[in-house]
């Protein structure tokens, strides 16, 4: 017995979905738990697996619902155990997701667990100006199950357990707010993927409104922000969400958050040679960091096909990230994994789609860079 994949995922529901689900077509309330266990503990492939559910509540099953994730079409590993994966969703759009190692997290510190950076749209409509996911513009939002699905994809494929997610990859995160929330809930729940809330962080662009919306949820997740200029006037020419929501508009929703969570928000700040790398950057940049108690993760320009920045000396960004430490900023500069692989959000999905005919979604391709960073 299969399920159609025009069928609702049963990624897409809750554990409280599912009681309602069972209490509404005349089962036993306790039967959605077996069901989330086979789904997210026993990883079943089939309805058919389920064998402690009754053969007409599977056949109900099996009419309603897909037990289907998203193919893995092709896989690059790089010299530094990187990986970047490449999934087909239901209407063969292609999405990136990419496994970094234990060693290093998205902020520069040491970590035991191996960190996800998950996509929460299919290309973006933002346009942050280093960015490759944007290139092609916004297609669509990510279900729950799209994002859930791609955690699931990737420890089925390594073997390996997913601890840490941050919501880094394509598309912003809060303009898809009430799917990735739920996406949240159930990589969060202990009947789910059992990931922990202060293990996962949201990056945003600066939806300054939507920042503050995500600050009354009461999972206490971790929040980025893509900062990139310390002032209006720099910000411009990077982030075009700054025309909108300015800094003192971002600041204003940033003190709730900040009022509202117990963990640092990180300053993500991209540095472009000759656009923000100047040491007095650093130094109003210092000044905002301190105001919220913030992070400043400074992460040199990542190579974008088609994108004329460039990065700067390391002797600039050393200069730049003195400037932060010597203030009393808490900084720290992460000289990126994976940038063998073209790990920027975007990439292989753009080289992909352009490449018409190299890929059929039963295909999955493992390449495996021999350079280092």
């Given at each position: 017995?299969?399920?159609?994949?025009?069928?609702?995922?049963?990624?897409?529901?809750?554990?409280?979905?599912?009681?309602?689900?069972?209490?509404?077509?005349?089962?036993?309330?306790?039967?959605?738990?077996?069901?989330?266990?086979?789904?997210?503990?026993?990883?079943?492939?089939?309805?058919?697996?389920?064998?402690?559910?009754?053969?007409?509540?599977?056949?109900?099953?099996?009419?309603?619902?897909?037990?289907?994730?998203?193919?893995?079409?092709?896989?690059?590993?790089?010299?530094?155990?990187?990986?970047?994966?490449?999934?087909?969703?239901?209407?063969?759009?292609?999405?990136?997701?990419?496994?970094?190692?234990?060693?290093?997290?998205?902020?520069?510190?040491?970590?035991?667990?191996?960190?996800?950076?998950?996509?929460?749209?299919?290309?973006?409509?933002?346009?942050?100006?280093?960015?490759?996911?944007?290139?092609?513009?916004?297609?669509?939002?990510?279900?729950p199950e799209e994002i859930v699905g791609?955690?699931?994809?990737?420890?089925?494929?390594?073997?390996?357990?997913?601890?840490?997610?941050?919501?880094?990859?394509?598309?912003?995160?809060?303009?898809?707010?009430?799917?990735?929330?739920?996406?949240?809930?159930?990589?969060?729940?202990?009947?789910?993927?059992?990931?922990?809330?202060?293990?996962?962080?949201?990056?945003?662009?600066?939806?300054?409104?939507q920042i503050e919306k995500l600050a009354?949820?009461?999972?206490?997740?971790?929040?980025?922000?893509?900062?990139?200029?310390?002032?209006?006037?720099?910000?411009?020419?990077?982030?075009?969400?700054?025309?909108?929501?300015?800094?003192?508009r971002l600041f204003e929703a940033l003190?709730?958050?900040?009022?509202?969570?117990?963990?640092?928000?990180?300053?993500?700040?991209?540095?472009?040679?000759?656009?923000?790398?100047?040491?007095?950057?650093?130094?109003?940049?210092?000044?905002?960091?301190?105001?919220?108690?913030?992070?400043?993760?400074?992460?040199?320009?990542?190579?974008?096909?088609?994108?004329?920045?460039?990065?700067?000396?390391?002797?600039?960004?050393?200069?730049?990230?003195?400037?932060?430490?010597?203030?009393?900023?808490?900084?720290?500069?992460?000289?990126?994994?994976?940038?063998?692989?073209?790990?920027?959000?975007?990439?292989?999905?753009?080289?992909?789609?352009?490449?018409?005919?190299?890929?059929?979604?039963?295909?999955?391709?493992?390449?495996?860079?021999?350079?280092?960073?």
């Open positions: 017995m299969t399920a159609s994949s025009s069928l609702r995922s049963a990624f897409a529901l809750s554990l409280d979905d599912w009681v309602d689900w069972t209490v509404t077509n005349g089962e036993n309330r306790f039967r959605a738990q077996q069901i989330v266990d086979w789904l997210y503990a026993k990883r079943a492939k089939s309805w058919d697996e389920m064998t402690n559910l009754s053969l007409p509540l599977r056949e109900k099953l099996i009419s309603s619902f897909s037990i289907q994730r998203p193919p893995l079409v092709r896989i690059e590993g790089s010299a530094d155990t990187t990986r970047k994966y490449l999934l087909r969703l239901v209407d063969h759009r292609l999405v990136e997701t990419v496994k970094i190692p234990a060693s290093v997290h998205f902020d520069g510190a040491q970590s035991d667990r191996v960190t996800l950076c998950v996509s929460s749209q299919v290309g973006c409509a933002y346009g942050c100006k280093f960015c490759a996911s944007g290139l092609a513009g916004f297609t669509r939002n990510l279900e791609q955690a699931m994809a990737v420890e089925e494929e390594s073997g390996e357990s997913i601890r840490n997610v941050v919501f880094m990859g394509m598309g912003e995160p809060l303009a898809n707010l009430t799917r990735v929330t739920k996406a949240i809930e159930i990589l969060n729940a202990p009947w789910g993927l059992g990931i922990g809330a202060r293990h996962m962080t949201l990056s945003t662009s600066g939806l300054a409104p009354e949820i009461p999972i206490q997740i971790r929040l980025a922000v893509s900062l990139h200029g310390a002032t209006d006037e720099v910000r411009d020419q990077i982030m075009p969400v700054n025309q909108m929501y300015p800094l003192a003190a709730i958050w900040r009022s509202k969570k117990a963990q640092k928000i990180t300053f993500e700040y991209i540095l472009i040679e000759g656009v923000n790398d100047s040491l007095e950057q650093a130094a109003i940049l210092a000044r905002r960091a301190k105001s919220l108690d913030a992070k400043v993760n400074l992460i040199p320009y990542n190579t974008v096909e088609g994108l004329l920045w460039k990065r700067p000396s390391e002797r600039q960004q050393d200069a730049f990230l003195r400037v932060l430490t010597r203030a009393g900023a808490s900084a720290t500069l992460r000289r990126e994994k994976g940038h063998d692989i073209a790990a920027a959000c975007g990439q292989l999905r753009l080289r992909e789609e352009t490449a018409e005919g190299t890929i059929r979604p039963a295909d999955v391709k493992i390449h495996r860079s021999e350079k280092g960073d």
